[in-house]
T-cell receptor
Framework: QKEVEQDPGPLSVPEGAIVSLNCTYSNSAFQYFMWYRQYSRKGPELLMYTYSSGNKEDGRFTAQVDKSSKYISLFIRDSQPSDSATYLCAMDRSGNTGKLIFGQGTTLQVKP | ETGVTQTPRHLVMGMTNKKSLKCEQHLGHNAMYWYKQSAKKPLELMFVYSLEERVENNSVPSRFSPECPNSSHLFLHLHTLQPEDSALYLC?????????????FGPGTRLTVL
């Protein structure tokens, strides 16, 4: 069983839709949960991170963590064509081990 | 230059060649990382350097040899690679400390082994 599972998609939605991206994990020791965005021919960039369970909002993006279910989500409201990218979830036991465990990534296309 | 840069951006090599990938970070960080990103697979952490010392080696074959001459530069020396080593090789850097430690990634080197 992979430590982190993420549906690779691709996921295609119309502009303005609400997008839900998800990951499940098996290691209950994970405490920090991250979402990275990777555009084509670029390296990943950090979108948001969350410590332990709960929600975090940043503009059109909301990250949710449910540690009891070992399930994390990223919601994108009012999706835009510029949101078209691959979204990677990543996890760490503490915030600074440097040993991130990534999901496979979900490719999102937002159509105008 | 800003952020994390990687050269070359694309590399094609034969199985008997020797080549090197270069990474440079302009962020004043003291930890650097090599990752491998293959199609349909999660990013795999290969090596971690902290204060120029290797602190992690995730069972990477010896045909990959990292070098960190100072905290700003990281190299990945390649020799006698296999076609399955074709992938995007990403470098990242961070500043470890208390609390959350964000990793900043370079654009990657797309490697093709013939």
């Amino acid at each position: 069983q992979k430590e982190v599972e993420q549906d690779p998609g691709p996921l295609s939605v119309p502009e303005g839709a609400i997008v839900s991206l998800n990951c499940t994990y098996s290691n209950s020791a994970f405490q920090y949960f991250m979402w990275y965005r990777q555009y084509s021919r670029k390296g990943p960039e950090l979108l948001m991170y969350t410590y332990s369970s709960g929600n975090k909002e940043d503009g059109r993006f909301t990250a949710q963590v449910d540690k009891s279910s070992k399930y994390i989500s990223l919601f994108i409201r009012d999706s835009q064509p510029s949101d078209s990218a691959t979204y990677l979830c990543a996890m760490d036991r503490s915030g600074n081990t440097g040993k991130l465990i990534f999901g496979q990534g979900t490719t999102l296309q937002v159509k105008p | 230059e800003t952020g994390v840069t990687q050269t070359p951006r694309h590399l094609v090599m034969g199985m008997t060649n020797k080549k090197s990938l270069k990474c440079e970070q302009h962020l004043g960080h003291n930890a650097m990382y090599w990752y491998k990103q293959s199609a349909k697979k999660p990013l795999e952490l290969m090596f971690v350097y902290s204060l120029e010392e290797r602190v992690e080696n995730n069972s990477v074959p010896s045909r990959f040899s990292p070098e960190c001459p100072n905290s700003s530069h990281l190299f990945l020396h390649l020799h006698t690679l296999q076609p399955e080593d074709s992938a995007l090789y990403l470098c990242a850097s961070s500043q470890p400390g208390l609390g959350f430690n964000e990793q900043f990634f370079g654009p990657g080197t797309r490697l093709t082994v013939l």
